[in-house]
């Protein structure tokens, strides 16, 4: 769901859907020394790495140099150049003109909550050329790591197939899946990333891998949940699907919020798998919420589990095809939006939720806290078969205050007091595709148990940091 889309969802406007989806210093350790002999000196040859390009590399003042990725208030990242690859080739050409003389960071999407996919005075390497999207036999599909979401939903719901993702048509499926990739369907057919069968990706010195069950398997763990931006840059992705469901959709608007809290995760806890469904409390003086999801099944059968939820003011039930829904959940796509945002992710029902409903009131009538369910089979997979630690977890909550670009410092400070608030009730948690510049003990929130091993494969595929940046798996 785009932003746009997701603020109607919130009730800015009639019925709709719903949502899918800085106070501390990060204590980020200081880099190693790299582990190399030989150690370049001075910046990339850049007319070399042009030469070297079936794609294009674009330098400062030059036609086409753009560095503006979805979220305004990073503008003021610029790289030093950009490279738009047109094939796996390129990717490599890049890692090797620029490792260890500046940063290198990839962008799909662009999409990064921190605008980590522009790397200051650094090469960015655009892979938005690689977005084939190709439905194999069987229930397979090649996705280029540039393809967007909106294009991959698109392909496989004219093949009858679905690939469980978030519902933002805009979003990279290569930092979506990364991170772990949380969506309406994720209850009944997992995270993202658990439907990747193989990723190829350009390793630090230089390499074209494929990572699979059987191939470099320590990486394909990683790359399921570890983040992106670490480890390597992903060029192609194959994934299993899923038959495409018809779907209910539905949206139940509350002039209330606290006793709606609580019976949500009451209710959530106790639903079927076949329910996927969130919670957006919008603030204001007083805080109102909405209740959506996604039933895989009849109106008939999603009305009988509503009913044990709390009497809405205004109710939406609609039943749909995987296609429509798409559509419905995706909305009017935008652009840019200005946001500051941050996560939290719920171990167990809140013991108050009244406190963190709380936490809206008087905020800005555009800010979001958004409760995103999990369970079913997210938590059928153990929390260390791959990189995303949170299986067990009920819910992941989304911290989202709008902002012009020039506000963003105070708003980001209204936004942090509720994200820490949120987080004495959470504990130290967080999702990594939400990803937070100054979220305190961010390597613990994202990765919990799951930390030591990741630095183990980030110091065996990226010894030199090559790929590093503020909040890469820590060595």
């Known amino acids: 769901m785009d932003r746009r889309r997701f603020l109607q969802v919130a009730g800015l406007t009639g019925a709709g859907a719903v949502l899918t989806a800085c106070t501390t210093t990060p204590t980020t350790p200081p880099p190693p020394p790299p582990s190399s002999s030989s150690v370049p000196s001075g910046p990339p040859d850049w007319q070399a790495l042009r030469s070297r390009l079936s794609g294009r590399l674009v330098l400062p003042g030059e036609d086409g140099f753009t560095y503006q990725g979805f979220n305004p208030v990073q503008d003021s990242r610029k790289p030093a150049a950009i490279a738009r690859c047109a094939s796996p080739a390129d990717v490599r050409a890049c890692v090797e003109a620029a490792r260890l003389r500046v940063p290198i960071a990839a962008r799909s999407g662009g999409h990064s909550y921190a605008g980590y996919s522009t790397p200051e005075g650094g090469l960015q390497v655009d892979l938005r050329r690689l977005a084939d999207v190709e439905v194999l036999p069987g229930d397979r599909v090649r996705v280029g790591a540039g393809a967007a979401l909106g294009e991959v939903a698109r392909v496989l719901a004219a093949a009858g197939r679905c690939l469980p993702t978030g519902t933002c048509p805009t979003v990279g499926v290569a930092g979506l899946t990364l991170g772990g990739g949380i969506g309406v369907l994720a209850r009944k057919y997992g995270l993202t990333c658990d439907h990747l069968v193989s990723a190829t990706a350009v390793t630090a010195d230089g390499r074209l891998v494929t990572a699979s069950a059987q191939q470099e398997p320590d ?226 929130a994202y990765y919990g148990a799951n930390l030591p091993r990741l630095r183990e494969v980030a110091a065996r595929y990226d010894p030199d940091r090559v790929f590093a940046f503020a909040q890469s798996v820590p060595r």
């Open 219 to 444: 990486l394909f763990w990683a790359l399921r949940g570890g983040g992106g931006g670490n480890f390597a840059i992903v060029t192609e992705f194959v994934f299993g699907t899923v038959p495409a469901p018809d779907v209910t959709v539905f949206s139940l608007q509350y002039n209330t919020t606290a006793d709606v809290l609580g019976a949500w995760q009451r209710w959530i806890a106790q639903a079927p798998d076949e329910l996927w469904s969130n919670v957006v409390v919008r603030g204001g003086a007083q805080p109102t919420c909405r209740v959506g999801g996604c039933f895989a099944g009849s109106v008939g059968e999603l009305a009988s589990l509503l009913s044990g939820l709390p009497a809405a003011a205004s109710r939406f039930i609609q039943p749909q095809t995987y296609a429509e829904a798409t559509k419905y959940f995706a909305g009017n796509g935008i652009e840019h939006e200005s946001f500051v945002a941050s996560s939290r992710v719920l171990r167990s029902p809140l013991d108050d939720p009244g406190k963190a409903a709380e936490l809206m009131n008087g905020q800005s009538d555009e800010s979001y806290l958004i409760f995103d369910s999990l369970g079913g089979a997210v938590a059928a997979v153990a929390p260390d078969a791959t990189a995303f630690p949170h299986r067990t977890a009920l819910a992941g909550a989304q911290i989202y205050f709008k902002t012009p670009p020039e506000n963003a410092p105070d708003t980001a400070r209204a936004m942090a007091r509720v994200r820490d608030g949120l987080g004495a009730l959470t504990g130290d948690t967080g999702y990594v595709n939400y990803i937070d510049p100054q979220l305190p003990k961010w390597a613990e």
